[in-house]
């Protein structure tokens, strides 16, 4: 974490060291922010152990202090606030087993359950995950008429400027994998077991519009939709410059999805009218001699036109060792 002093930066370390997976800043009413963070410490009894930590910067005392406590119990996998901090929205396990997320809103003293979505699953399969050698029982969720399992609501955004609605717009992308020859899964219980390499990645977005403090789900904008990416991460910002905000998925280009190379990121621009439109990036810059990489859509130097940021995932160009390299195309 980096604050001003008088001579530049100076790097504070507050809390414990964590495996973090959700990190966001929330907006408070003075105009600061709280850092929150939520993620793996290791494991107690063989079971994941969890850490939420948040922060805040006391202009009276000139320090960071712990405001966890002010805070619900956050998601590892997601943890999201809207640009005023008024809503607060986690991944978040239900009690049979479905995935979704929970919302809060902010009260004067505490965070409030405000509403909860949830997919239940439909089926349970023996699964033997990548870094396993025995099967476990996993569940299966119908979604866009595919079994997806090793599902989570892992990323969310909050889309202003959509033109899709003067409400507070979230996207939650779920994430899974879809079995790459079979349609219908044997259920568990009847000796047979499905290995993850068996699989190749999902995600899909799901709409929610917030109308007086509740998830309202919306029908997807999106045309032509690219189910089949692997991506961790996706932005909502405007990369046109028509003052409509855009979506854009950084999808991983690897031999874990074989029919994707290059880097180019998924891009589904506004059109104004409430349509996101799945745009051609076969023309975007590549990286073709990496075994895997992945790009990102920003304005790196600051001149108001989005720039094309790829570099390589992985530290071999294909069969030969090398370092980490960076790639930004400027646009013009």
């Not at 604050?3 to 997976?21: A, C, M, R, T």
């Not at 799901?206 to 939709?225: H, M, W, Y």
């Not at 692997?230 to 932005?235: G, V």
Request: aromatic content about 14%.
């Amino acid at each position: 974490m980096l604050s001003q002093s008088d001579f530049g930066y100076k790097v504070e370390n507050p809390g414990v060291k964590n495996w973090f997976h959700a990190v966001d800043a929330v907006k408070q009413e003075n105009g600061l922010f709280d850092f929150v963070f939520s993620g793996f410490l290791g494991s107690k009894d063989g079971q994941p152990y969890e850490n939420d930590q948040a922060f805040r910067f006391d202009p009276k005392s000139n320090s960071i202090i712990d405001v966890s406590d002010e805070y619900p119990p956050l998601s590892p996998n997601s943890t999201r606030s809207n640009h005023d901090g008024e809503f607060l929205v986690l991944q978040s396990s239900g009690v049979n087993g479905e995935d979704g997320i929970q919302m809060f809103r902010k009260g004067k003293d505490q965070w409030l359950l405000s509403d909860e979505y949830y997919i239940p699953f439909d089926e349970q399969i023996d699964f033997i995950a990548w870094n396993g050698t025995e099967a476990t029982v996993a569940n299966v969720f119908k979604l866009n008429d595919l079994s997806v399992t090793g599902a989570s609501m892992d990323e969310m955004c909050f889309m202003e400027n959509s033109g899709i609605t003067e409400n507070p717009l979230l996207i939650a992308k779920f994430s899974g994998m879809v079995h790459r020859e079979i349609d219908d899964l044997i259920e568990t219980g009847n000796g047979v077991s499905y290995k993850s390499q068996d699989f190749r990645p999902m995600n899909t977005m799901i709409f929610f519009e917030i109308v007086d403090g509740s998830l309202k789900l919306l029908l997807s904008p999106i045309i032509n939709e690219d189910y089949f990416v692997n991506a961790n991460f996706f932005d909502c910002d405007d990369k046109t410059g028509d003052g409509f905000s855009d979506l854009t998925v950084s999808a991983f280009s690897d031999e874990y999805l074989y029919d994707r190379s290059g880097g180019a990121p998924v891009l589904y621009v506004n059109d104004g009218s409430g349509a996101l439109v799945n745009a051609d990036v076969s023309t975007f810059p590549a990286i073709t001699w990496r075994d895997s990489t992945q790009g990102y859509l920003h304005d790196i130097n600051n001149d108001g036109i989005t720039d094309l940021v790829l570099f390589g995932l992985s530290t071999t160009y294909i069969g030969v060792e090398s370092a980490y390299d960076i790639y930004i195309f400027y646009g013009k």
